[in-house]
């Protein structure tokens, strides 16, 4: 190359044609100004130090390009036109590119599923049972929670309701065997059995010139158990008092004696009982009454009123041959 031409920049020689690459199974290039398979050598010439190999196999001094800022621009001056840099170079390069990106996408996209994966097999094995376990299962299993928590419930209810009853039960029959108990002992007292004790009056009965006789005490009897007597005994001047029950009996002894219940008692007499003292003073006071009887045959009744009345004497229970409770 002379001087002239590379100060001119004539003297270059003509880009040579893309080589195109022939179809997968070595078949020729359909294009229509494809260049002959023949004309093109496979081997390209080696390029000596400084040099560089030009499109059509021939070597160019490195020295003769031009200017980087020309190459840059992708273009080459040739006989005073401008011709674009050959299409099959940015061809070749821009797949090569893309790939190497899809890469690294797959790359991302398999190392996410894979993180993917662990996360769901330590969820899995933290609980394996519930986690393999079929949706119908955990329906059914549902469903037989609630029924044993509605059974449990039911169950609670019923020992509650049987506790309450249980409790009433017992304050029922503590009730019911205080009232016995309170009933008893006022059968107790009337029957004579029990000793007793309250307010109520002292008669005193001192004969005159005919003795007390028996009518006259049943009648003073008679007056105090219609005034509300609920406990009496008599006394004679000596022995042993004698417990009046509703079955007791009075009858006239020898010598002015008196028999009470088959025991001989003698006067004075002296009759205690329990009950209201003004209903029962009352009683006595009644005109024509049994203090009225007694003074009329001459002798004296006097009535007192102790802060306590105190029944002690007991008579034997009662042994009942014909009478039953009524069921």
Same mark, same amino acid.
């Given at each position: 190359?002379?001087?002239?031409?590379?100060?001119?920049?004539?003297?270059?020689?003509?880009?040579?044609?893309?080589?195109?690459?022939?179809?997968?199974?070595?078949?020729?290039?359909?294009?229509?100004?494809?260049?002959?398979?023949?004309?093109?050598?496979?081997?390209?010439?080696?390029?000596?130090?400084?040099?560089?190999?030009?499109?059509?196999?021939?070597?160019?001094?490195?020295?003769?390009?031009?200017?980087?800022?020309?190459?840059?621009?992708?273009?080459?001056?040739?006989?005073?036109?401008?011709?674009?840099?050959?299409?099959?170079?940015?061809?070749?390069?821009?797949?090569?590119?893309?790939?190497?990106?899809?890469?690294?996408?797959?790359?991302?996209?398999?190392?996410?599923?894979?993180?993917?994966?662990?996360?769901?097999?330590?969820?899995?094995?933290?609980?394996?049972?519930?986690?393999?376990?079929?949706?119908?299962?955990?329906?059914?299993?549902?469903?037989?929670?609630?029924?044993?928590?509605?059974?449990?419930?039911?169950?609670?209810? +019923?020992?509650?309701?049987?506790?309450?009853?249980?409790?009433?039960?017992?304050?029922?029959?503590?009730?019911?065997?205080?009232?016995?108990?309170?009933?008893?002992?006022?059968?107790?007292?009337?029957? +004579?059995?029990?000793?007793?004790?309250?307010? +109520?009056?002292?008669?005193?009965?001192?004969?005159? +010139?005919?003795?007390?006789?028996?009518?006259?005490?049943?009648?003073?009897?008679?007056?105090?158990?219609?005034?509300?007597?609920?406990?009496?005994?008599?006394?004679?001047?000596?022995?042993?008092?004698?417990?009046?029950?509703?079955?007791?009996?009075?009858?006239?002894?020898?010598?002015?004696?008196?028999?009470?219940?088959?025991?001989?008692?003698?006067?004075?007499?002296?009759?205690?009982?329990?009950?209201?003292?003004?209903?029962?003073?009352?009683?006595?006071?009644?005109?024509?009454?049994?203090?009225?009887?007694?003074?009329?045959?001459?002798?004296?009744?006097?009535?007192?009123?102790?802060?306590?009345?105190?029944?002690?004497?007991?008579?034997?229970?009662?042994?009942?041959?014909?009478?039953?409770?009524?069921?």
């Amino acid at each position: 190359m002379s001087d002239e031409q590379r100060d001119t920049g004539t003297g270059w020689p003509e880009q040579a044609e893309p080589v195109r690459p022939s179809g997968p199974a070595g078949e020729p290039d359909p294009r229509p100004d494809a260049p002959d398979p023949d004309e093109l050598s496979p081997l390209a010439p080696v390029a000596e130090p400084g040099e560089s190999p030009d499109d059509d196999g021939e070597t160019v001094n490195l020295a003769d390009l031009p200017p980087a800022a020309d190459r840059s621009a992708g273009s080459v001056e040739s006989a005073g036109s401008v011709e674009s840099e050959p299409v099959g170079v940015a061809a070749v390069a821009a797949p090569g590119r893309r790939v190497s990106s899809a890469g690294v996408m797959i790359g991302v996209l398999l190392a996410l599923l894979g993180f993917t994966l662990v996360v769901q097999l330590k969820t899995t094995s933290t609980d394996p049972t519930l986690a393999a376990t079929r949706q119908e299962d955990l329906v059914r299993i549902f469903s037989d929670l609630e029924s044993r928590q509605k059974r449990l419930q039911q169950d609670i209810a +019923g020992l509650e309701e049987s506790q309450r009853q249980l409790r009433s039960g017992e304050q029922g029959r503590q009730a019911a065997l205080q009232e016995a108990t309170r009933r008893a002992d006022e059968l107790g007292i009337l029957a +004579g059995t029990l000793p007793a004790r309250g307010p +109520g009056l002292s008669v005193r009965f001192d004969a005159g +010139g005919k003795p007390v006789g028996a009518d006259q005490i049943l009648d003073a009897v008679q007056e105090l158990r219609g005034a509300g007597a609920e406990a009496m005994q008599i006394s004679g001047g000596e022995g042993s008092p004698v417990r009046i029950i509703a079955s007791t009996f009075f009858l006239d002894g020898p010598d002015g004696a008196l028999v009470v219940d088959g025991r001989t008692i003698r006067g004075p007499y002296s009759i205690t009982v329990i009950g209201d003292p003004t209903t029962m003073r009352t009683a006595l006071n009644i005109p024509g009454g049994v203090i009225a009887s007694v003074k009329g045959d001459g002798g004296t009744v006097s009535v007192d009123e102790p802060k306590v009345a105190e029944v002690s004497a007991l008579h034997a229970p009662l042994k009942l041959e014909h009478a039953r409770p009524v069921s």
